[in-house]
């Protein structure tokens, strides 16, 4: 009775972690058109995200002597921020679908408020925690500088790179390193809520995540990860949103003709996952 009782708290808390879809692909340059489809913002004690455009009034920027965007008339730009208060532990955080860099090289535009700013980028693991990624999850992380912070008309976005060689499979692209590029600011001037805008982020032409099957997560490994997906998905703890989570989780039962699948998530599905996952079922799998 015991034992059982810690078997249903593990199995609880495995349904209680954290865990992402499978997504698509990065949308290059899409703030540009004012669109965020591909991106998720949020945030840390009030810290927010904005799409603000060309032209158009926002706080700091005013109306009358705007800064250009890069794009020019009416393009639009990502406003990353702390809370209007300025409170110095609340950051701002815009978060990409998982996507494969097809490019050694990242680049995007940016331009800050103010010097008191710190402004980051983070490359993450498709597993990690958006908001409180482990350091393990954490693929790479840097600074953006800008050389020439201010505000008004005589102030220009600035030209970033970040090297994505070590992540980037020039032979064969769709074997490199699926990620979610993460975009991180807040003040270091206390009651200042100073911003950074960022625009037109490029990491080459958009590859399409590959579908595996058993692989909810997209992190292109079937492991436990995905096998508590699916039990979060029997759970009713998470829905399926669209179909292509149905096709990449029903991956049982096992058919004569080779092919597999009964139209849903079950409890089968979830042992599959295990045993693959504990190294039970070698390739070629389902
Ligand atoms: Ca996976
Ligand atoms: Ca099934």
Redesign the pocket.
């Known amino acids: 009775m015991k034992s059982g009782l810690r078997g249903l708290g593990l199995l609880l808390m495995l349904i209680a972690q954290p865990a992402f879809a499978a997504g698509e692909t990065l949308v290059n340059g899409n703030f540009a058109t004012g669109d965020l489809t591909g991106w998720t913002s949020g945030g840390i004690k009030g810290g927010f995200v904005l799409l603000v455009q060309n032209g158009q009034a926002f706080p700091g920027n005013s109306a009358a002597d705007p800064i250009s965007f890069p794009d020019g008339e009416k393009s639009w730009a990502a406003d990353v921020r702390s809370n209007f208060e300025g409170t110095l532990d609340s950051v701002g955080i815009l978060v990409s679908d998982l996507f494969i860099p097809n490019s050694p090289t990242l680049k995007f535009q940016t331009h800050s408020q103010h010097a008191n700013v710190e402004a980051q980028i983070l490359l993450l693991k498709a597993t990690a925690d958006p908001i409180y990624p482990k350091p393990e999850d954490l693929l790479m992380q840097v600074a953006v500088v800008n050389t020439t912070p201010g505000e008004g008309s005589l102030y220009s976005f600035e030209e970033q790179t970040v090297d994505l060689s070590s992540f980037y499979n020039a032979s064969n692209p769709l074997r490199g390193t699926p990620m979610r590029l993460e975009i991180r600011q807040r003040t270091t001037q206390a009651r200042k809520g100073w911003y950074t805008l960022f625009t037109n982020f490029d990491a080459g032409p958009s590859l399409p995540m590959p579908e595996l099957p058993g ?5 292109q ?3 436990t ?2 096998a508590v997906l699916a039990l979060q998905i029997i759970a009713g703890v998470r829905s399926v949103p669209n179909p292509i989570w149905l096709k990449i989780g029903d991956i049982s039962p096992k058919h004569p003709d080779g092919s597999y699948g009964d139209g849903s998530i079950n409890i089968g599905d979830v042992i599959h996952l295990l045993r693959r996952a504990i190294g039970l079922e070698p390739d070629p799998w389902p």
């Open positions: 692989d909810l997560n997209g992190d490994r079937r492991d990860l995905d």
